[in-house]
């Protein structure tokens, strides 16, 4: 998977344990039982902060807990799968929103992979900017401009390889969408698939 790194994984709420009241625009936190989640629980908030206002909605439909059909595409088309989750939340009282991608373990490597990113309005240009994050390979992408547009969103940078790189979430749906990973090396005007995962949102066991 070391090729995918910046190629893919956004991003990511340590959406974990400890519990934290919050009202949106003031957040009153509550020390974690253990001091090593502190952080854990002053990142974490219920919404979107006021202040987006519509523009909240954009990613809040993502908010949760995703399982991931992984799917790497090569460049003679052979597809190679691996399975994971996917943890999307608000944190800084609403202003931010935070991906975790996870990565199960596979073939030779017993640790699983992580990436995040952090994604934010720029009430200027009207777009959503964001930050990638591959910790393991200290690597770091920072896509410019994300739109919005109908059913999908689409976020591009061309800091990964000197290449230009879309993301895309499409199809989104209460219980499922399509994350692509595509590569273009011609300014553009075409565009090669690298990647495409299937999202299923997560739900918990019923009770035994």
Same mark, same amino acid.
Request: no cysteine.
């Given at each position: 998977?070391?090729?995918?790194?910046?190629?893919?994984?956004?991003?990511?709420?340590?959406?974990?344990?400890?519990?934290?009241?919050?009202?949106?625009?003031?957040?009153?936190?509550?020390?974690?039982?253990?001091?090593?989640?502190?952080?854990?629980?002053?990142?974490?908030?219920?919404?979107?902060?006021?202040?987006?206002?519509?523009?909240?909605?954009?990613?809040?439909?993502?908010?949760?807990?995703?399982?991931?059909?992984?799917? #790497? *595409?090569?460049?003679?088309?052979? %597809?190679? !799968?691996?399975?994971?989750?996917?943890?999307? /939340?608000?944190?800084?009282?609403? &202003?931010?929103?935070?991906?975790?991608?996870?990565?199960?373990?596979?073939?030779?490597?017993?640790?699983?992979?992580?990436?995040?990113?952090?994604?934010?309005?720029?009430?200027?240009?009207?777009?959503?900017?964001?930050?990638?994050?591959?910790?393991?390979?200290?690597?770091?992408?920072?896509?410019?401009?994300?739109?919005?547009?109908?059913?999908?969103?689409?976020?591009?940078?061309?800091?990964?390889?000197?290449?230009?790189?879309?993301?895309?979430?499409? #199809? *989104?749906?209460?219980?499922?969408? %399509?994350? !692509?990973?595509?590569?273009?090396?011609?300014? /553009?005007?075409?565009?090669?698939? &690298?990647?495409?995962?299937?999202?299923?949102?997560?739900?918990?066991?019923?009770?035994?």
């Amino acid at each position: 998977m070391k090729n995918r790194t910046l190629t893919r994984r956004s991003a990511a709420a340590l959406l974990a344990s400890g519990v934290l009241s919050v009202s949106l625009g003031a957040a009153a936190v509550a020390p974690a039982a253990d001091p090593r989640l502190d952080l854990v629980s002053a990142l974490k908030a219920m919404g979107p902060h006021p202040s987006l206002g519509d523009q909240g909605q954009v990613f809040d439909r993502l908010i949760g807990t995703w399982d991931v059909d992984y799917a #790497d *595409i090569s460049t003679d088309g052979t %597809v190679t !799968r691996h399975t994971g989750k996917l943890v999307v /939340g608000w944190v800084m009282d609403g &202003r931010v929103i935070q991906d975790l991608w996870i990565v199960d373990p596979y073939g030779f490597r017993q640790e699983r992979e992580v990436y995040t990113d952090l994604r934010y309005f720029d009430a200027k240009t009207k777009t959503w900017p964001a930050t990638f994050i591959d910790p393991e390979h200290v690597s770091v992408a920072r896509f410019t401009a994300g739109t919005a547009d109908g059913n999908g969103i689409v976020l591009n940078t061309p800091d990964i390889g000197g290449a230009d790189t879309r993301w895309s979430f499409n #199809d *989104i749906g209460p219980a499922s969408f %399509v994350f !692509r990973d595509e590569v273009s090396h011609d300014g /553009g005007r075409t565009w090669r698939l &690298r990647g495409e995962d299937h999202m299923t949102r997560h739900s918990a066991s019923p009770a035994g």
